[in-house]
């Protein structure tokens, strides 16, 4: 099935009807907001890029989402079921998947072991597991290495391992923290091909990114967070040449 390509995905849909949203979400932690009235719906088989500048509050609404947090105020709606008391593993199972900007493997393991565990733990029966860890290790051009320890892999390795993991929890949406950090421009090119593909299997994707190439080529939409705050919404191109965005945040890197 060929992934359409960035600028091709369905328009914002209301909060109602769209895949993923969340409802004027806050989170403070003792007195410090690190997110403040946050409202984002992303549609069906979206790639939404999220940018901002370190500590705008982009890997916080990641932890709402996922349910590592709990929002201090707002909702978190996913499919219309309002998910927001929920506990990780049981949005996981509901079809929501993540990875993280610092890899976390389960280092005594090998990437095959790590993949297999990680479907395990979205429900899936032993046999089904390595089915599926088997189908996406090859997926993500891991099947030479799959014997690996995970402590041992590259930086390369390690991101196409976060991703694994997360695909072989067959998800609906997956939240990509960073994976083109620390990666050359070879790697980053390959990856977000990678990411274009993943749309294409039926998964809608969320990015937090720094990398302003590789938003471009993988995001319909970007929303740019900063202070905790959305500041700015709308393409790619919209967004990366928003006065406030590259004052807070891309400087010159917006006309790279």
């Known amino acids: 099935m060929e992934s359409p390509g960035p600028g091709s995905g369905p328009a914002e849909q209301p909060a109602s009807t769209a895949v993923l949203a969340t409802v004027g979400v806050g989170k403070t932690f003792g007195g410090f907001h690190a997110l403040r009235d946050v409202s984002v719906s992303v ?3 979206e790639i939404l890029g999220i940018i901002g500048p370190n500590g705008a509050g982009k890997t916080t609404l990641f932890n709402l989402i996922a349910g590592a ?11 219309g079921d309002d998910v927001t008391r929920h506990p990780p593993h049981r949005r996981l199972r509901k079809g929501i998947a993540r990875t993280f900007q610092l890899i976390r493997p389960f280092g005594s393991m090998t990437i ?19 089915a599926r860890a088997t189908a996406t290790i090859d997926r993500l051009g891991l099947g030479g290495i799959a014997g690996k320890q995970a402590s041992d892999v590259n930086a390369v390795e390690g991101k196409r391992l976060e991703v694994a993991r997360a695909l072989a929890t067959r998800p609906q949406v997956i939240l990509l923290d960073e994976i083109f950090s620390g990666l050359n421009a ?3 090119s390959e990856l977000a091909q990678l990411v274009t593909g993943v749309r294409g299997e039926g998964i809608t994707v969320l990015v937090i990114e720094h990398n302003v190439r590789a938003i471009k080529a993988v995001a319909d ?13 709308g393409s790619p191109d919209h967004v990366l040449s928003d006065p406030h965005v590259v ?3 891309l400087g010159q890197r917006a006309h790279a």
């Open 69 to 79: 947090f709990r929002p201090t105020t707002g909702r978190i709606i996913f499919r």
């Open 247 to 249: 004052e807070s945040y």
């Open 112 to 130: 095959y072991e790590n993949v297999v565990t990680a479907a395990m733990g979205s429900g899936a029966a032993r046999a089904e597991a390595t």
């Open 43 to 45: 549609s069906e088989l």
């Open 186 to 188: 070879d790697e980053v």
């Open 221 to 233: 939409r970007v929303i740019a967070i900063d202070t905790g705050r959305v500041v700015s919404e």
